[in-house]
């Protein structure tokens, strides 16, 4: 008896994501849903796009019939990324000016 290989296959709301879950799917693999919330801000009508993208992600993992879970990355990205890059490019630009 061959045991299916499981993966992770991250979604993003979008096509390209859930095309890639269908096609693991039915290549046999368990296929394991995530979204990774990385940024919280909102649209210029006050909504969390982030949060539409989630439910989308969630929509595609009902209809395959896959387990969804969603992690929260936004305190990492911004003190891991943001932050981090926005120290760089000040850095820079005063290497650049002399200031």
């Known amino acids: ?3 299916a290989r499981h993966v992770v ?3 993003s709301g979008g096509v390209d994501s859930a ?3 269908l096609l693991l799917r039915r290549r046999g693999y368990q ?8 940024w919280d801000s909102l649209d210029e009508h006050g909504v969390c796009t982030a949060d539409r993208d989630c439910e989308d992600a969630y929509r ?3 209809i395959l019939d896959i387990p969804f879970h969603q992690v929260s ?3 990492e990205y911004w003190n891991d990324v943001f932050r981090s890059r926005r120290g760089r490019h000040r850095s ?3 290497n ?3 200031r």
Not at 31 to 38: R, S
């Open 1 to 3: 008896m061959q045991v």
């Open 9 to 11: 296959c991250a979604l």
């Open 19 to 21: 095309v890639a879950a």
């Open 31 to 38: 296929v394991t849903g995530v979204f990774m919330k990385n």
């Open 60 to 62: 595609v993992c009902q």
């Open 73 to 75: 990355y936004v305190k």
């Open 92 to 94: 820079l630009c005063q």
């Open 96 to 98: 650049l000016t002399g």
